[in-house]
């Protein structure tokens, strides 16, 4: 039974990535927008944080991205999004780590897509 226990928790902790390595990997899905970074990652935050998954409300924030612009992040970094400025408004970088549910994932997407 404690095998059992400790590879499970070895394959938890094997699906976390930091963020600069999930940024490294690449985003899961891009999106853009004629409105200005920092709108759309207020947006996102206040979507996020009012959001229940599973019955529950996640704590969610918003913080400097290096480099410029914002980014908006769940509690244990389980998905993030980056905002960045462009010519023509904004990019939107969403990030998430590995073995997470794809009903999750579909509803921070979701959100994403209402601010745009």
Not at 57 to 78: C, E, F, N, R
Not at 82 to 91: A, C, V
Request: aromatic share 6%.
């Amino acid at each position: 039974m404690r095998i059992l226990i400790g590879a499970v928790g070895l394959a938890l902790l094997v699906g976390c990535a930091s963020m600069n390595e999930k940024r490294a990997d690449g985003p899961a899905r891009t999106f853009s927008s004629k409105q200005a970074a920092d709108e759309v990652a207020e947006c996102v935050l206040v979507a996020w944080q009012n959001q229940s998954l599973a019955g529950a409300h996640y704590d969610v924030s918003l913080q400097p991205l290096p480099g410029g612009g914002k980014t908006v992040v769940s509690a244990g970094q389980i998905e993030f999004a980056d905002f960045k400025s462009t010519e023509n408004g904004s990019r939107v970088e969403l990030y998430f780590q590995t073995g997470l549910m794809d009903w999750r994932k579909n509803r921070r997407i979701e959100a994403v897509t209402t601010c745009l």
